[in-house]
């Protein structure tokens, strides 16, 4: 790490480099310099030097040092003691004026460093330069006191040039932005050229600069918005309003205006789609209704107004659905086509599952159904009628069709087919039993013979057992089927083997 005296050397070095580059910039001003300094060096020497605080400043957003709100404008050096001894200084007064010196020149460097604030008032900036060459050759002299006093004056002065140099351009903007809203083109121009002149790369200046090359674009464009706005023609405004937004993007007014005009202007077509959709559906023009509605849709899904015609249009659907699903089941109905009654009924009941003239029709339907199929499966096998369980229950199939008879003349056919069918099977049929007047003949689940040697018996068509008994003879069971088909049936029980 280097020395402070080699610090100062090296400083002393550069600020001589520099003080010949400036004094070839302005030969004049450095005149001047010299000879203020010769007066000051005359003046007899005060005891102490009062120096106000230094404000600290943080860096702008424009990428220049910022400035702190200080209007301290002091040049001269401190000449106090000049001549004399310094004042004796302990170790770490030294250590804490060594700090100072540094933040001192590192603020003057950066100030320097910094192409705006080095370009604007360059003679102040000469001044700070020279200022903190005369404070590093104080310190190298061991004039400790003068060096003290003189260093918080330069950093005041910095600050004071910083905050002159941000109050300079920002002051001829905000002039310039009063002007430009007053529409005063001539004014705006050149206090913005000032600010320019002062800071080229401020944005707002910038962004005013794009805007004044196009005002005088704007302003016609302006008027005749206005005369479109006496036309009443919104149409005409927002085309107007658009162009303006496309030249100047910073015209919040035009912008406001248009979204205004863009607003008012859905809204009418949000209303105009919504009655037309009423009056489809008061006309029973559903197709168009719905049309109108996904228009409506478009501008305003969620509107409140919009989901309630929406639930309107779905209701009179519905009844549309269920109004012409009615006629055609009344149609099928007298028809006596209950097959497709239940296909109506189910489909219409899928759009209106509460409908109670749906849902009865689809019950009475699904219940001709039902019967008319057992009616016709007993019907299809006849011979099962003999059977008393099957009987039984297609005389249970007979019953069921009685009350809906009413409904259906194709179920009432049936249900007289199967009765008479079943009454054929249940008629009575001759038969002839034979014996040898030993046996004791009985019908199983009918009833006792007796012994005979011959008798006729009148048995409902079915299957039946005679079961024959003889004392000493091995019982003998004979079972006959009893059809009317095959009367007069004859039956021989006779107990035949002996035990």
Known sequence: ??????????????????????????????????????????????????????TPFPA????????????????????????????????????????????????????????LLNAWQQATVFQLQTDMQQAYQWYGQQKYAETAALLPVIQQQAQAHIDAFHAAYQQAHSAAMQAFAQADLAQATIHNNRTLAIHPQYPPAVQLQQRLA?????????EQVRVAELENNTAKQQTLLTQISQLDAADAHAQARLASLKGASQQQAFQRALTQ?????????????????????????????????????????QQE?????????????????????????????????????????????????????????????????????????????????????????????????????????????????TSDNRTTIRVLGV????EVKEKTLQLAPG?????????????EIVTVAVHADNAPIDVAVHCKVRI
């Open 463 to 475: 299957t039946y057992q005679f079961e024959g008994v003889c004392k000493g003879y091995r019982t």
């Open 214 to 222: 196009v005002a005088a674009d704007v302003q016609v464009l302006w």
């Open 1 to 54: 790490m280097t020395t402070l005296d080699e610090q100062i050397q090296g400083e002393q070095r550069a600020q001589k480099s520099r003080w010949f580059r400036y004094a070839g910039i302005s030969t004049g001003v450095v005149f001047a310099i010299g000879l203020a300094w010769g007066v000051v060096l005359m003046l007899p020497a005060s005891s102490t030097h009062e120096v106000a605080p230094v």
């Open 277 to 317: 959709a009423i009056t489809a559906i008061e006309n029973q023009r559903y197709a168009d209704a719905r049309q109108a509605l996904t228009v409506a849709k478009g501008i305003a899904p969620n509107r409140p107004e919009l989901q309630e015609i929406q639930q309107q249009l779905a209701r009179a659907e």
């Open 321 to 433: 659905v269920v109004q012409s699903a009615l006629e055609q089941i009344n149609v099928f109905r007298a028809a006596d086509e209950w097959p497709t009654v239940l296909l109506l009924a189910n489909k219409a009941l899928s759009v209106a599952p509460d409908h109670p003239e749906l849902q009865q029709a689809r019950q009475v339907a699904e219940q001709i159904a039902a019967v008319s199929e057992k009616l016709a499966r007993f019907l299809r096998q006849p011979e099962r009628l003999t059977d008393s369980n099957i009987q039984q229950l297609a005389a249970q199939a007979i019953t069921e069709a009685d009350a809906l008879n009413p409904y259906s003349a194709k179920l009432a056919t049936l249900q007289t087919q199967l009765h008479a069918q079943l009454t054929i099977k249940q008629q009575p049929v001759a038969v002839r039993i």
């Open 60 to 115: 702008a957003s424009t990428g220049v040092i910022s400035a702190a709100p200080t209007g301290v404008t002091l040049s001269a050096a401190p000449t106090g003691a000049l001549g004399g001894e310094s004042t004796p200084f302990s170790a770490e007064d030294r250590s804490r004026l060594q700090q100072l010196l540094s933040e001192t020149n590192n603020q003057v460097n950066a100030l320097v460093a910094d192409p």
């Open 447 to 450: 009833g006792n013979v007796g």
